[in-house]
């Protein structure tokens, strides 16, 4: 694996009044960063996986020290299983962050695994999906207070080419869901966020909280009805100074709530590379989610850290049915590389154990 970091200026030198002396100050201009980073991986559902990410932090002309960088992430992967994606995932600041606007657009053809809907899903009963998607998610929203911003939410959702492999081993008949034939979900709703992080890909202290509640239905141009909320949480706090070096403790609670007719891929989802690692995601869903996870992160030495993290969680097709006991866990430990030392933006490597499963995950961040 080899990494290539390119650094460029700005903008020009803001000019600042030192009230004390009464002289102007010249402040260290903000410089944008460009990061490269070919790789190659290996995983059981893709089995080797070429790819590259790029990734550039900037801040836009006129903002100073109070705007937080603004990024714009590029990955493409192709496996030899004759898998695909291509993302573009952005967070943008306007200066003074009067406004805000994240999202992101993928193309993918990436087979998966489907165990069945509810908490009780077993693994026995595992089917492969061919599919196609294009996913488009858009916010924009406007600061109403310091740190709060409210706006609109647009997703967008359209699953081409869906093939349901037989499974001449399931243990029980298989079901095709909602969604089996694939269709197009677009939705608008509302978002409220609450953000005092310090940073975007790699917060160390301050917290993060969204609301949001998003509408699906034929006046939206969707194939089905259905509405989303869905409710995420994160705390930092920075033990640096009682510490040899930076130490982080990260805690995040997710929760999903889904009422109508949701196809099969827009109901909550247990699992994936940002919450519960080491399940494959999608290997529980239903209606509704919780999960809670806590993460310590440590520097080490150089531009190396190391973390380790834990989290549970559960799904349920109703509040009524969600069952505390039987809570799926989930363990494992990371490596984090920062690319970039004057604004950091680390690699991340992490892998999770879950009951029967785990997963080796890498990507540019932190999970939350």
């Not at 903002?63 to 291509?86: C, H």
């Not at 989303?228 to 805690?251: H, P």
């Not at 196809?263 to 590379?273: C, S, T, W």
Request: aromatic residues 14%; contains cysteine; glycine residues 10%.
């Amino acid at each position: 694996m080899t990494c290539t970091i390119g650094i460029a200026s700005a903008q020009n030198e803001p000019v600042k009044q030192d009230t004390t002396t009464n002289t102007k100050v010249v402040q260290e201009p903000y410089k944008a960063h460009n990061t490269y980073l070919p790789y190659a991986v290996y995983a059981p559902e893709t089995s080797v996986e070429f790819g590259m990410f790029v990734l550039r932090q900037f801040k836009p002309k006129g903002a100073g020290d109070e705007t937080r960088p603004s990024n714009v992430q590029l990955s493409g992967a192709y496996t030899l299983e004759k898998q695909y994606k291509i993302t573009v995932d952005y967070s943008f600041l306007s200066p003074e962050e009067k406004w805000m606007s994240n999202g992101y657009i993928t193309y993918r053809r990436f087979p998966e695994k489907y165990y069945g809907i509810g908490s009780d899903a077993k693994a026995e009963n595992e089917q492969s999906i061919d599919w196609k998607s294009i996913i488009v998610e858009v916010q924009g929203l406007r600061k109403v207070k310091p740190s709060m911003f409210v706006g609109a939410q647009l997703r967008y959702v359209n699953m081409m080419d869906v093939t349901f492999e037989e499974c001449e081993d399931c243990i029980d008949e298989p079901v095709l869901p909602l969604g089996a034939e694939g269709g197009v979900s677009a939705g608008i709703g509302a978002v409220y966020i609450w953000d005092t992080r310090d940073a975007i890909l790699t917060p160390t202290k301050g917290h993060y909280i969204e609301l949001s509640a998003t509408t699906y239905g034929s006046g939206t141009g969707s194939d089905f009805s259905f509405t989303s909320i869905k409710f995420d949480a994160r705390k930092y706090f920075d033990f640096s100074e009682n510490t040899d070096g930076k130490s982080i403790l990260a805690l995040q609670t997710n929760i999903q709530q889904t009422y109508g007719d949701a196809p099969f891929r827009e109901v909550a989802l247990l699992g994936g590379g940002e919450m519960m690692r080491g399940y494959y995601q999608g290997r529980y869903r239903d209606n509704h989610l919780v999960a809670v996870q806590a993460e310590y992160r440590k520097y080490l030495f150089w531009r190396i850290g190391a973390t380790v993290f834990g989290s549970a969680g559960n799904v349920a097709s109703d509040w009524n049915t969600f069952e505390f006991s039987n809570l799926k866990a989930a363990m494992g430990a990371g490596l984090r590389l920062n690319l970039n030392k004057n604004d950091t933006a680390n690699l991340r490597l992490d892998y999770g154990i879950g009951n029967g499963t785990s997963g080796l995950y890498m990507t540019f961040g932190e999970a939350f």
